[in-house]
């Protein structure tokens, strides 16, 4: 929801020519995983969501939390099925509870034009605005308006039942993501368990070790629309293809390639087999209109023999984790080695803000 730096060294060919990129981040939308309760999985396993918008009592650490917003924080929650405690560890790692005096919170706006005790871009908080106090009146400063409002986002994006990638798509970091939580369970009373439930898959897949920041963040964004349905030509959020899944993750930090699987295969500079790295993109001689030389199909490696693709509509689940390595594999593209996407990282380092 507000935006945030990324500091970013990303290995660009071979022996790796280095770029340091620190990038803004854009809201978008997604999808996950969270449950409250009792039963006792661990965040490996799955489990029963049929608890998953239930509301925790109160851990000692609440007592810290202004009154006023610990109310407001609680009907937001009953309101829409969101824990309160969830939203408490949003409003503390934003703007500890709007008690903070830093620019954005109680008026004007932050360097990336958030604003409020939860942080929202203007833009975001027109779109899921809610009047909490029935006054007629949408404020993002007012924590009556805010609070509720920043329920319903998470709401849209998939929480309760997927609620790690609904704080994701709040603030595109999985640090915020564990840092909102770890605060979510010092507030609650009694066990208080993450794990994933979005209906496919168990256990968040490892984002590939030792790659850079921006290579991390576009496959970060890429594994949170999992169990998301495949449409032909869809742009999301709620549904996508497989090229706009790749065009979408890339635009996550700024960076923008083309749309169609067609339009991808020439973009990136070509890599060998065996040479591909996470970020890169692979092609296959699938889909309509598809041939040796102009590919129908894509997704990203992610790791040696693993990408993030959206299958096919009749595919469970249709967007995945899968072996890429097959008959049909025709080759291998970097992006970022495309001459325009370095000079676009050139001009984002350089728009970085002093300090």
């Not at 109680?106 to 009047?131: C, H, I, R």
């Not at 964004?221 to 449409?231: D, N, T």
């Not at 996508?240 to 890339?250: E, G, K």
């Amino acid at each position: 929801m507000n935006r945030r730096h990324l500091l970013a060294v990303i290995a660009l060919g071979g022996a790796a020519a280095l770029f340091v990129a620190l990038l803004v981040v854009p809201v978008l939308f997604g999808a996950s995983q969270f449950m409250f309760g009792g039963g006792g999985a661990g965040s490996g396993g799955c489990v029963d969501t049929s608890k998953a918008g239930a509301q925790p009592g109160e851990a000692a650490d609440a007592r810290s939390i202004p009154a006023n917003y610990l109310e407001l924080y609680k009907k937001a929650g009953e309101d829409y099925g969101i824990p309160w405690n969830v939203l408490a560890g949003i409003g503390k790692v934003e703007t500890s509870h709007g008690t903070s005096k830093l620019p954005g919170v109680s008026s004007g706006e932050n360097y990336a034009g958030a604003g409020g005790p939860m942080q929202f871009l203007e833009a975001t908080f027109k779109a899921f605005a809610v009047d909490g106090n029935n006054d007629k009146k949408k404020d993002r400063y007012n924590p009556e308006d805010a609070i509720p409002s920043a329920a319903r986002y998470l709401k849209h994006n998939g929480a309760p039942q997927r609620m790690r990638t609904a704080l994701f798509m709040y603030n595109h970091s999985w640090d915020y993501v564990n840092l909102v939580l770890s605060w979510a369970k010092r507030y609650a009373a009694g066990e208080f368990n993450v794990v994933q439930s979005n209906g496919v898959e168990c256990s968040d897949d490892e984002l590939p070790a030792n790659v850079g920041g921006v290579v991390q963040r576009i496959i970060s964004f890429a594994m949170a629309q999992r169990g998301k349905p495949y449409v032909f030509g869809a742009n999301g959020p709620d549904a996508w293809d497989c090229s706009s899944l790749i065009q979408a993750a890339y635009r996550t930090v700024g960076l923008g390639i083309p749309r169609t699987t067609f339009e991808q295969w020439p973009f990136g500079k070509k890599i060998p087999k065996g040479q591909e790295q996470a970020g890169d993109l692979v092609f296959f001689n699938s889909g309509p209109g598809t041939r040796a030389d102009s590919p129908g199909h894509v997704g990203m490696v992610i790791a040696d023999n693993k990408m993030i693709v959206a299958r096919c509509s009749r595919c469970r689940p249709a967007i995945t984790v899968t072996p890429y390595k097959r008959s049909d594999w025709i080759g291998v593209t970097r992006p970022l080695a495309n001459p325009a996407l370095k000079k676009r990282l050139e001009q984002l380092t350089a728009q970085q803000p002093a300090g």
